[in-house]
């Protein structure tokens, strides 16, 4: 079955430095794939999407490219602010299907 | 901007007790999902539902749970009997397949339910 994993977090990083969070997935169909956010104590918020390969998703300084060949979707910014820090997932799904979660990766980002 | 409304914010309840979980969807979507997130850790899913059947259910989604769609605007989750692991965050999303509509299921803000 479909399956995403995640990197293994808490990612500790100091403002301004370089994010990458690494995200790889299993499926046997052409998945959407996407990025949520979860600040403290709040709820799940779309952060960026991709539906076809070599799609780039992109919002608020987040980029993640839907890599086919390597079956990957890492999320990236170019320089992380203390508010970034928050848990970030990674998710595919399948046009009405389950959304299918990775494991989550905490971001912590000090000044 | 539309969007998925749930109630209550916080509920607790005793071990035992029957819960009944509200989700107010999109008004055109037609796909209806349950999911949980115990505090912590992933965000799993419980059920799928459309044309006022469950499409999917995982393993956690037992005897003790149930689905409804009591009126043209609701959602519900019912646990009949609370056990102490169900205490987690549970989300409610739904998804349209409308012209306008994206590939991403939309999300309401979550009921936490704590079990005594």
């Known amino acids: 079955g479909n399956s995403v994993t995640q990197m293994e977090g808490p990612v500790t990083l100091s403002e301004e430095a370089f994010l990458t969070i690494n995200c790889t997935y299993t499926?046997?169909?052409?998945?959407?794939l996407f990025w949520y956010v979860q600040y403290p104590g709040e709820g799940l918020q779309l952060l960026l999407k991709?539906?076809?390969?070599?799609d780039k998703g992109s919002n608020k300084g987040f980029e993640a490219t839907y890599r086919k060949e390597t079956t990957s979707f890492h999320l990236e910014k170019g320089s992380v602010q203390v508010s970034d820090s928050a848990v970030y997932f990674c998710?595919?799904?399948?046009?009405?299907?389950?959304?299918?979660f990775g494991t989550g990766t905490r971001l912590q980002v000090f000044p | 901007e539309p969007e998925v409304t749930q109630t209550p914010s916080h509920q607790v309840t005793q071990m035992g007790q029957e819960v009944i979980l509200r989700c107010v969807p999109i008004?055109?979507?037609?796909?209806f999902y349950w999911y949980r997130q115990i505090l912590g850790q992933k965000v799993e899913f419980l059920v799928s539902?459309?044309?006022?059947?469950?499409?999917?259910k995982s393993e956690i989604f037992d005897d003790q749970f149930s689905v409804e769609r009591p009126d043209g605007s609701n959602f519900t989750l019912k646990i009949r009997s609370t056990k102490l692991e169900d205490s987690a965050m549970y989300f409610c999303?739904?998804?349209?397949?409308?012209?306008?509509?994206?590939?991403?299921?939309?999300f309401g803000p979550g009921t936490r339910l704590t079990v005594t």
């Open positions: 008004s055109n979507h037609l796909y």
């Open positions: 999303a739904s998804f349209g397949t409308g012209p306008d509509s994206g590939p991403e299921q939309y």
């Open positions: 499926a046997t169909g052409y998945p959407s």
């Open positions: 539902f459309y044309n006022n059947e469950i499409s999917e």
């Open positions: 991709a539906t076809k390969a070599d």
């Open positions: 998710a595919l799904s399948e046009y009405t299907d389950k959304l299918i």
